[in-house]
């Protein structure tokens, strides 16, 4: 993935991927939002809105569960430099007897990462439930007084004015 920030400080630059896929992955889930804010319509889904809610679903469960945690460890691994070589707590760092053991940051880059699965997971969950809980577009309180009186000849319904 090329950068989009080429000429963008040095602090920057390390971590510039990990944030361009955090915030693809938010504007997504802004997208996703706003989206629900919208009832959903009494008319089943078409083919082709079908097939745009699952490349949607697809891009942004890529990005989640693809693309933010292994940027997240491509950058602790390459440069912060949290390998298995580094400790947060060695063994008998404190200069006591007690039975201590080593704690690498390898193994706080991992539960990071752990974390980042489990909170997306979280997400997912809640997102799914608050997407089928949503009301339908008669229930919200659209188009009032209106009723269906037939069809058409092209399977559409005919509405009048009650």
């Not at 920057?12 to 990990?18: G, K, S, V």
């Not at 980042?116 to 997102?127: E, K, M, P, R, S």
């Not at 229930?139 to 058409?152: H, L, M, N």
């Amino acid at each position: 993935m090329p950068n989009l920030l080429p000429n963008s400080p040095p602090w920057l630059h390390p971590a510039e991927r990990l944030m361009e896929a955090t915030a693809l992955t938010l504007i997504g889930l802004v997208v996703v939002f706003l989206m629900m804010r919208r009832p959903r319509s009494e008319q089943p889904a078409t083919w082709a809105m079908a097939m745009a809610g699952a490349v949607g679903a697809f891009a942004i469960f890529l990005l989640c569960y693809g693309v933010v945690p292994s940027e997240w460890l491509n950058f602790a691994n390459s440069y912060l430099k949290w390998s298995s070589d580094k400790f947060i707590v060695k063994h008998n760092q404190f200069g006591t007897n007690l039975p201590t053991f080593d704690i690498p940051y390898s193994a706080l880059k991992d539960a990071i990462a752990a974390g980042i699965y489990i909170v997306f997971f979280g997400l997912n969950i809640a997102l799914w439930i608050m997407w089928q809980k949503r009301p339908t577009a008669t229930a919200a309180g659209a188009e009032p007084g209106t009723k269906v009186i037939g069809t058409s000849r092209f399977g559409r319904p005919l509405k009048a004015k009650a």
